[in-house]
């Protein structure tokens, strides 16, 4: 069969250039058409085949994302109760937040179907019992898939506090629970608190490099993969890029320690840009992150619910959260297609150039002693607050929008009577050993100067 485009001249992106320059009819095409993001890359109006530089090293598997329900266990019967719903209901894998250490896991976990789910557990403590409790479960039920994301460089990161007296305490216990479980999946890395402190893409993925940096050199022989769990904002294609970036340069270190498996990426939509007013803008912010993430390749997802900045945990707000990646997976077809960003120049530059950016942070960190000295000495957080403040800046001036907030706000709407949970940053007087880095929205002051002129 004949080939069409056969009949076409190919054009180059030089004769599209003076094409488009011809049109603007004066105006200056890099003042027009080019804009500078916060990684100080330059988007171009158009990207052609001639400036391509290759596909970079990613396979994502786009039709294997799991959609993930997260669950905080205060009481044990109604979590489980909890839980089983979500899976009838389309959850395919559970994260389970703990705070307490005496939370009988084993009831928890043997009242679930482990040969269907995957389960995630978020913990706020270190104990080798408790992990040796999950590690009994995974010797009984052999298709079962736990990670425990053991993370105590970002618990002094978020809190300023190990999670036991000093580091070398933390890295012993998390070493001992390396050496001695099996099948779990222990090491966790929460970069997310990057993004919803404000820190940019670039800032985000390096970051979380340091930190699994800092893992395999403090614990040996790493036998099950890491996970990121990652947030994702409404920068539709470089939140794409910036995941592809993130697996791709992981892969690259981990080669260096001789660890062979890929990275398991745990995505969950950003904090940083949700509202208190207006919240069903938060659905629209949702469903795009969560597109993001699936094209980016994330392993699993976790929805925001509309409502999860302001109100309890409720079952109208995790349906809908959770039905938003069913219709996604089921409806829209998101799970057909391997590969999806494949063939965009487009995503492929953007990935290349966030790739490098972070990379050569990532050497900067690494040769000014490390993730965790750089912590410890203040550096990280007031890269983060840098990064935070311009991003303020162009929100209250008008240039980063929020829909219903800072740009077409319903000054009949009242939220004051309807919080239940304290949406603003919360200050708790204690002594830490650094500086923690604080998770803050966008919005809050704005909120906060209504809320106090509600009548």
Avoid at 2 to 26: A, M, R, Y
Avoid at 104 to 112: F, G
Avoid at 319 to 336: G, M
Avoid at 410 to 429: A, S
Wanted: charged share 25%; hydrophobic share 35%; proline share 3%.
């Amino acid at each position: 069969m004949k080939n069409l485009f056969e009949d076409f001249d190919p054009i180059s992106s030089k004769q599209w250039k003076q094409k488009i320059q011809f049109e603007l009819n004066g105006s200056e095409y890099n003042k027009t058409l080019v804009w500078n993001s916060p990684e100080d890359i330059m988007v171009k109006p158009f990207y052609h085949k001639d400036e391509f530089e290759g596909a970079a090293p990613i396979f994502t598997k786009a039709s294997e994302f799991r959609i993930c329900q997260n669950i905080f266990v205060h009481n044990l019967e109604k979590s489980i109760l909890r839980a089983i719903d979500s899976i009838n209901r389309g959850a395919e894998s559970i994260r389970f937040s703990i705070e307490d250490e005496n939370t009988d896991v084993t009831k928890l976990l043997e009242s679930l179907p482990l040969d269907k789910v995957t389960i995630y557990f978020n913990l706020s403590f270190i104990s080798i019992d408790f992990i040796k409790k999950i590690e009994a479960i995974t010797k009984k039920e052999k298709k079962t898939i736990i990670f425990c994301n053991l993370d105590p460089i970002s618990q002094l990161a978020k809190e300023g506090n190990w999670f036991v007296t000093n580091e070398k305490n933390n890295f012993e216990t998390l070493s001992l629970i390396s050496e001695t479980t099996k099948n779990l999946s222990i090491i966790g890395i929460n970069s997310g608190l990057y993004q919803n402190a404000g820190a940019n893409m670039v800032q985000q993925i390096a970051y979380s490099l340091g930190q699994a940096n800092e893992y395999f050199n403090k614990i040996a022989n790493i036998k099950k993969p890491m996970v990121f769990e990652v947030s994702v904002g409404t920068n539709y294609f470089f939140e794409i890029a910036k995941l592809r970036a993130l697996r791709q340069l992981f892969n690259l270190i981990a080669k260096e320690y001789n660890h062979n498996l890929d990275c398991h990426l745990l995505v969950s939509p950003t904090k940083r840009n949700k509202t208190v007013y207006d919240y069903n803008v938060n659905m629209l912010r949702t469903t795009t992150e969560c597109m993001s993430a699936i094209l980016g390749g994330a392993d699993a997802i976790a929805n925001l619910p509309y409502d999860a900045i302001y109100h309890k945990d409720n079952e109208f707000g995790d349906r809908i959260a959770r039905n938003q990646l069913l219709v996604l997976k089921h409806e829209s077809y998101f799970d057909k297609v391997n590969n999806p960003a494949d063939g965009s120049y487009y995503i492929e530059n953007l990935t290349h150039q966030l790739a490098e950016k972070a990379l050569n942070l990532f050497k900067d960190i690494e040769a000014n002693g490390g993730f965790l000295k750089q912590l410890n000495e203040g550096i990280i957080q007031r890269k983060i607050q840098e990064s935070a403040d311009k991003e303020q800046k162009l929100f209250d001036t008008g240039k980063e929008v929020l829909l219903g907030t800072n740009k077409y706000p319903n000054k009949n709407d009242k939220m004051k009577d309807d919080i239940e949970l304290y949406p603003f940053v919360k200050i708790k007087p204690r002594k830490t050993l650094i500086t923690p880095i604080i998770e803050k929205r966008l919005a809050e002051q704005v909120e906060y100067d209504r809320i106090k002129e509600e009548k």
